[in-house]
């Protein structure tokens, strides 16, 4: 018995597919191979063969040169499983594709072929933010809008992300905050602790816009910002997939840290309004000051 992913399964253009296939009831101690074929739009009744586990000569002139480079391939999930990966999905791949299982026993029992149906719909998705170079003192606010949208005709749902590139490491990106597609926050590892206090947040105001806020900026936060947004369909099993992704320009953040102390060792402020005693303050004091009486008063954030 073969059985393929049922559909219609509705794909982006130029996106990496994958389709699965499996069969049962087979003798266990004989290798099954996998054969796929497609019937295109433009010739429904014409077998184009795609590629096969047993066959390296298996594939059309129209799918031999895609085969061969790696841009369709068979994956080996289980010893009764497979999946059809294609990395680079075209228009013309829209169509029924029928995954077969040569016979390997001496009379025909069961079904050994399945069909399913692909379409290929244009990328529709717009992710955006405005593209900055922010310098911010530590414990500033922060907010930054990402805007995202979508024409897809076919009923998805859209999830967003922020990441950050620390600085000085260039391709480790960390995730911060994101919505998923059923509207639930999850921070990532890293804030979980910040998320839980309010420190960062994110929130969809209107269609079309999602609103990524740091209430109390820290010098670790500094290096390359970006927003990232995944569109999703339910397909026919009930399985929700990702049908495409992507991110925007990154936001350059730069932190200055805030000097908040000064030391100072028996410092004498006289003030005449004490009797014209002198007053030593001793140890760190906060940056700070007023006057009183024509006379310069530092205030000290231990007296």
């Not at 099954?32 to 063969?49: D, V």
Request: hydrophobic share 35%; charged share 20%; aromatic share 8%.
């Amino acid at each position: 018995m073969v059985s393929i992913q049922k559909g219609p399964l509705y794909r982006v253009i130029g996106t990496h597919i994958t389709i699965s296939c499996n069969v049962s009831g087979y003798q266990k101690s004989v290798e099954q191979n996998f054969e796929w074929s497609a019937y295109q739009l433009s010739a429904p009744q014409r077998e184009m063969k795609i590629i096969s586990t047993g066959d390296s000569k298996f594939s059309y002139q129209f799918y031999s040169g895609r085969v061969e480079s790696g841009e369709i391939y068979i994956e080996k999930t289980k010893e009764d499983s497979v999946l059809l990966h294609i990395t680079d999905l075209k228009k013309d791949d829209a169509g029924v594709y029928e995954c077969h299982i040569p016979n390997t026993e001496d009379v025909y029992l069961g079904t050994y072929s399945a069909k399913t149906n692909i379409s290929v719909i244009p990328n529709n998705l717009s992710v955006t933010v405005k593209s900055q170079i922010l310098m911010q003192n530590e414990g500033d606010s922060l907010d930054l809008i990402c805007q995202v949208s979508t024409a897809t005709a076919q009923h998805t749902h859209i999830s967003v992300a922020w990441y950050v590139i620390p600085e000085g490491r260039d391709k480790n990106a960390q995730n911060i905050l994101s919505l998923s597609k059923d509207y639930i926050l999850l921070p990532g590892p890293s804030y979980i602790e910040r998320f839980n206090t309010g420190d960062i947040r994110l929130v969809k105001i209107g269609d079309t816009e999602y609103k990524f806020s740091i209430i109390k900026l820290k010098h670790s936060d500094q290096g390359k910002l970006y927003c990232e947004a995944v569109e999703w369909i339910q397909d026919p099993d009930g399985t929700w997939k990702d049908i495409v992704r992507k991110q925007t320009n990154t936001t350059s953040l730069t932190i200055k840290r805030l000097d908040k102390k000064l030391n100072m060792n028996n410092t004498a402020v006289k003030n005449p309004t004490l009797n014209g005693k002198e007053n030593h303050l001793h140890g760190s004091v906060w940056l700070g000051s007023i006057m009183m009486g024509g006379w310069l008063v530092l205030i000290s954030g231990e007296i």
